[in-house]
């Protein structure tokens, strides 16, 4: 009866692509990133933010597809959640570490489907073609599937057959809800593409149609300029008997006549 069941479990894993065993590996960044995921959901609750501005209308098949995407998802995480909570890893039978281990990713599960999903989708719901929002939805569901895989994975092993059929169901509506995120995704990336295509070509259009500025005139003046005339210095005369006058230069005294000598006798 033992080896029965355990070859059911392997089949049913195998069935849903997981590997069977008590431990599935768990990328590291996936518990990281719902830790983060459910951090920046909490802080954005209780931080109050401005109204959003209003966006352009958006056609009425993107958003007639992304709310299939978002209700299957809806369901799927109610169901999800629901099942996580009705997991009795206690009973199981297996050693301690291996309960705990279970334990803590279900219950990371369970916060992510409470708090950090429901605000996501409300984020994508309130710009369904934003790139931004959609990409931060589709990093949490493949975060949360790393995740829930694990507990899918534990169960077949250790928990009841009923147990493992509901998550496996659960894990399915996952599965199929990240890969239709992902292709809509490629699609509005394609989207945003063409669309900037467009509008580099209508910028283009419109500064060809644009006549150029008429080219500027520079006037050249190549008379030679009149001579400036230089001013007459002013002539300075000194008046009489001022402190800066000369005194004319004094004539020589004349020279006495020369004495005529005696004449002889």
Not at 138 to 163: I, P, Q, T
Not at 178 to 187: S, V
Request: glycine residues 4%; positive net charge.
């Amino acid at each position: 009866m033992s080896n029965l069941r355990n070859n059911s479990s392997s089949h049913t894993c195998r069935h849903i692509g997981l590997r069977p065993g008590p431990f599935r590996p768990i990328r590291l960044g996936s518990i990281v990133a719902l830790a983060a995921i459910g951090l920046a959901s909490a802080l954005a609750q209780n931080t109050q933010t401005s109204p959003a501005p209003s966006s352009p209308p958006v056609a009425y098949a993107s958003v007639n597809e992304l709310n299939g995407i978002l209700g299957q998802l809806k369901t799927t995480a109610a169901a999800m959640q629901t099942d996580v909570e009705r997991m009795r890893i206690e009973k199981w039978k297996t050693d301690a570490s291996s309960k705990r281990q279970t334990q803590a990713n279900a219950d990371s599960v369970r916060r992510n489907l409470q708090s950090a999903l429901p605000e996501i989708i409300a984020q994508v719901n309130a710009s369904p073609e934003d790139l931004a929002a959609s990409f931060k939805l589709y990093r949490n569901l493949d975060a949360l599937y790393d995740v829930f895989g694990s507990v899918v994975e534990s169960a077949g092993a250790f928990g009841s057959k009923d147990e493992f059929q509901s998550l496996s169901n659960d894990m399915t509506g996952l599965e199929s809800a990240r890969r239709e995120m992902g292709e809509r995704m490629q699609k509005l990336a394609g989207s945003k593409e063409d669309e900037l295509t467009r509008l580099r070509a209508q910028v283009k259009t419109l500064s060809a149609a644009v006549p150029p500025p008429p080219p500027k005139k520079i006037i050249v003046d190549d008379t030679e300029p009149a001579p400036k005339k230089q001013a007459a210095k002013k002539k300075t005369t000194t008046k009489p008997g001022s402190a800066n006058s000369t005194t004319p230069a004094k004539k020589p005294a004349p020279a006495p006549p020369p004495t005529n000598p005696p004449p002889s006798q």
